[in-house]
C-alpha cells in the first residue's frame, strides 16, 4: 500500500482502534509501560496512531507526535486532553521527518514498522533526529515464533495485508538490522509476536 492508501485507511479506522484500545492495553501494555514508562529528555512519539502510547509516559513529559492520518491524530489530541497532557501533534510522513538533526532525546514508536511502506527510511529517519547521545525504543510486532500462531499468520498474511496494510508476518529484528541500527537490548513476548528494540544513534557508520 502507499502512505496514500495507508492514510485513507486510517481514517476508517481510527474511531474502532479508540473503541477497542482495552484490547492493546490487555496484551500489549505491559511491553509499553516496560519500553516507554521512563524515557526522558525531549521524546518524539514517531507514527503516534490515538496516542495508546502516552498513558503509559513520565508525567511531565516534553511530546511531540506525528502520523499521516490526521483521523488518527484527532483522537490522539482527544487522548491528550483526557490525561491532562501537553504535547506538539503533526501531521507528517514517518519516512521523510520535516525535523532537523538531532532534534530529539528520545525517539519511540509502537506498531508501526509493519505499516510503514519503507520501514526501512522510517528507521533512518527516527536515528537522523535523534541525538548522538540518544536512545530509540520500539515496540513491534511480527511472525509468532510458536509454530500453530505462525503457520496462521502465513496463511492469512496477504488476506490480513490487504485489510489492514499490516505485515504481520514481518521479522523486527531484520528491518532493524537492515537499517543498521545499533541494538542495546531487545526482548520477544506474547508468543515471539512482539519485539522490543533499544538502540543507540550510529551515524557515520558505513551500511
Ligand atoms: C497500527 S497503528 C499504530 C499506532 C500507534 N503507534 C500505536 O501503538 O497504537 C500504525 C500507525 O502508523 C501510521 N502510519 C503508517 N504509515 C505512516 C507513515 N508513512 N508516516 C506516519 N505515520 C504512518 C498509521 O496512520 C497508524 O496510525
Redesign the pocket.
Given at each position: 500500500m502507499s502512505?496514500s492508501e495507508?492514510?485513507e485507511w486510517?481514517a476508517e479506522y481510527a474511531d474502532r482502534?479508540h473503541r477497542f484500545e482495552w484490547v492493546?492495553r490487555l496484551f500489549i501494555g505491559r511491553y509499553?509501560q516496560a519500553q516507554f514508562g521512563d524515557v526522558d529528555g525531549r521524546l518524539f512519539?514517531?507514527?503516534?496512531?490515538?496516542g495508546?502510547?502516552f498513558r503509559y509516559l513520565p508525567d511531565p513529559v516534553e511530546l511531540v507526535g506525528?502520523?499521516?492520518?490526521p483521523d488518527?491524530l484527532v483522537n490522539a489530541e482527544k487522548r491528550l486532553a483526557k490525561l491532562g497532557m501537553d504535547g506538539t501533534l503533526r501531521e507528517?510522513?514517518?519516512?521523510n521527518l520535516e525535523f532537523p538533526d538531532n532534534s530529539f532525546d528520545t525517539v519511540i514508536?509502537?506498531?508501526?514498522t509493519?505499516?510503514?511502506?519503507d520501514p526501512i527510511a522510517?528507521l533512518r529517519e527516527m536515528e537522523r533526529v535523534c541525538k548522538p547521545d540518544g536512545t530509540i525504543r520500539l515496540?513491534e510486532h511480527g511472525r509468532s515464533d510458536v509454530g500453530a500462531i505462525a503457520r496462521f499468520q502465513e496463511w492469512r498474511a496477504d488476506a490480513h495485508y490487504a485489510k489492514s496494510?499490516?505485515r504481520w508476518t514481518q521479522e523486527p529484528s531484520e528491518v532493524v538490522k537492515a537499517a543498521g541500527l545499533s541494538v542495546r537490548k531487545t526482548t520477544t513476548g506474547l508468543f515471539g509476536t512482539i519485539t522490543t528494540f533499544e538502540m543507540t544513534p550510529d551515524r557515520g557508520v558505513e551500511r
Open positions: 502512505v495507508i492514510e486510517y482502534m492493546d509499553r512519539d514517531v507514527a503516534c496512531g490515538i495508546t502510547n506525528i502520523d499521516i492520518s488518527m507528517m510522513n514517518a519516512q514508536s509502537a506498531l508501526s509493519c505499516t510503514f511502506p522510517a515496540v496494510g499490516c
